[in-house]
Structure formats: structure tokens, C-alpha cells
């Protein structure tokens, strides 16, 4: 008899009639990057920091997005005060194109950064930003 429960069991959550703890982190996921802001930006020296954004309570992090670019670029975020003044930067990645990369996690609510671009002089880039 266990054993058609658990047959039972993973029918109905493949069907989506019940929910599993992966079901609660895809909901997550979508429901932060489902308030990502856009922004197409050129950096005519290579290197160019764009913002001031602030965290909301859609995402624990600060997750970027390439949605055009031709060629490799870097990314950092950087906490700021009120006033603006550069409180901590997170160390620069790679960003992946396509795909999410994480930039800053366990970010409070709120929090003002902004958000540090590096690459090929005279490139322009177009991303998301959910936090």
C-alpha cells in the first residue's frame, strides 16, 4: 500500500496538484526576478557605475541579467550610505550571457547600491537588475 502512495504522491506534485520544497524556491526565484528593472547603458571608457537602486522585499540578493552584449563583461555591486558614500563592494564577476549571476546576498530591505559595469571601450550593454 506504500507504495501507490508514493506513486500517488509524486503523480499529483508532477501534475502540480501538490507542491515540494522545489516548488517553494521556483516560486521564489520567479517572484524576484518578476520585478526586475531594465537598462540599457554605454561605457565609453570600458568601466561605468549606474544607480542608485534600493533592495525590495521581492529578493534576498542582487541578481543581474545580460539581455545584450558583445562582449565579456564584469559586474560588482556596491552598498552605499544615504548620502551616497560607498559602504562595501562585492568582488567583480563574470556575468554570464544568457543567465542570472548573483552579485550580493542576504541584502536588507531597502538598502541603497549601485552597480559597477567593466569591458570593452565604446561597449553598450542592456541588463535586468531584481533585488
Same mark, same amino acid.
Given at each position: &500500500?506504500?507504495? =501507490?502512495?508514493?506513486i500517488?504522491?509524486?503523480?499529483a506534485? +508532477?501534475?502540480?496538484? &501538490?507542491?515540494?520544497?522545489?516548488?517553494?524556491?521556483?516560486s521564489?526565484?520567479?517572484?524576484?526576478?518578476?520585478g526586475?528593472?531594465?537598462?540599457?547603458?554605454?561605457?565609453?571608457?570600458g568601466?561605468?557605475?549606474?544607480?542608485?537602486?534600493?533592495?525590495t522585499?521581492r529578493? &534576498?540578493?542582487i541578481?543581474?541579467?545580460l539581455?545584450?552584449?558583445?562582449?565579456?563583461?564584469d559586474?560588482?555591486?556596491?552598498?552605499e550610505? +544615504? %548620502?551616497g558614500?560607498?559602504?562595501?563592494?562585492?568582488? =567583480?564577476?563574470?556575468l554570464?550571457?544568457?543567465g =542570472? +549571476?548573483?552579485?550580493?546576498?542576504?541584502?536588507?530591505? %531597502?538598502?541603497?547600491?549601485?552597480?559597477?559595469?567593466?569591458?570593452?571601450?565604446?561597449?553598450s550593454?542592456?541588463?535586468?537588475? +531584481?533585488?
Amino acid at each position: &500500500m506504500r507504495k =501507490w502512495a508514493k506513486i500517488a504522491l509524486v503523480a499529483a506534485m +508532477a501534475l502540480g496538484g &501538490m507542491s515540494g520544497p522545489s516548488a517553494g524556491v521556483s516560486s521564489a526565484a520567479t517572484s524576484c526576478y518578476g520585478g526586475a528593472r531594465s537598462a540599457t547603458i554605454r561605457l565609453p571608457y570600458g568601466s561605468n557605475a549606474v544607480g542608485p537602486y534600493y533592495t525590495t522585499n521581492r529578493c &534576498m540578493d542582487i541578481n543581474v541579467r545580460l539581455t545584450y552584449v558583445r562582449y565579456q563583461t564584469d559586474a560588482r555591486s556596491c552598498l552605499e550610505r +544615504a %548620502n551616497g558614500a560607498t559602504i562595501s563592494c562585492s568582488r =567583480w564577476k563574470l556575468l554570464p550571457y544568457p543567465g =542570472w +549571476a548573483t552579485l550580493s546576498t542576504n541584502v536588507r530591505d %531597502n538598502t541603497r547600491f549601485r552597480l559597477e559595469f567593466r569591458t570593452q571601450p565604446g561597449e553598450s550593454i542592456s541588463y535586468l537588475v +531584481a533585488s
